[in-house]
């Protein structure tokens, strides 16, 4: 019955659940900055020209609770849609770059995965806050950022967000699956954040987050469409 069932599909024709796959993993491909740029612009932790975990606390004691609940339950979503676009970036140069796609997923595996370690930090930080102002919650904060797990974590997390979106776009560019303004979008995206050295004085971290977010995202849209009209293994 199955036999005369895979018989009868027309020849050429792409079975549902791979239809299903590219969908999903082309949503996961914009969603994945998109919800990205929501956590940098919604996030407390951004919104001054000062940065730290004592800081961070301290602004996610003034930020109102509407937007603490937003900002997690985005944070919480984005945990798993970021790592899942980036790889998928990367897979789609796999065929004809597969040297520098292979790279680039090993950055984003390492760097990018540790995400839901920060979400919980802030989750810790809005508890912390609703616990009134206690200068020992100061000294808590600060002990688990600099703490040998989270140092780690902090920048392996640099390393992934920015130099992975870099290779990624290169890979991209050789394996000709994207426009290749989409393939400098998507290298260029992360690597603005350097620009915050510079105006980190009278600029808030919030803005330049959300311009490199923003950029990587609009990168991600021509990549999202060719996740999605890629033909499947066994075509």
Not at 52 to 69: D, E, H, N
Request: charged content about 10%; proline content about 6%.
């Amino acid at each position: 019955m199955n036999a005369l069932a895979h018989q009868s599909q027309p020849e050429g024709a792409v079975p549902a659940i791979y239809r299903l796959h590219r969908l999903f993993l082309a949503l996961c491909v914009v969603l994945g900055p998109l919800f990205a740029l929501a956590m940098a612009s919604l996030g407390p932790g951004y919104s001054s020209t000062k940065s730290g975990p004592v800081v961070a606390l301290a602004l996610t004691r003034t930020a109102s609770a509407t937007q603490l609940q937003i900002s997690t339950l985005i944070s919480v979503i984005g945990a798993y849609l970021i790592p899942v676009s980036l790889l998928t970036m990367a897979w789609l140069a796999m065929r004809r770059a597969p040297w520098l796609a292979t790279i680039a997923m090993l950055v984003v595996f390492v760097g990018v995965f540790p995400l839901p370690a920060f979400v919980a930090q802030s989750a810790l930080n809005w508890d912390l806050a609703r616990m009134g102002n206690n200068p020992l919650f100061d000294v808590i904060v600060q002990r688990f950022n600099d703490d040998g797990v989270m140092s780690y974590y902090n920048a392996a997390f640099v390393v992934g967000t920015i130099l992975g979106p870099a290779l990624i776009g290169i890979a991209l560019w050789r394996a000709r699956v994207v426009p290749i303004y989409a393939a400098v979008l998507i290298s260029a995206s992360r690597l603005l954040v350097f620009s915050y050295l510079i105006v980190q004085s009278f600029i808030p971290a919030v803005y330049i987050q959300s311009i490199t977010w923003l950029v990587l995202f609009i990168g991600s849209i021509p990549a999202a469409l060719a996740v999605w009209k890629r033909p499947s293994i066994e075509q």
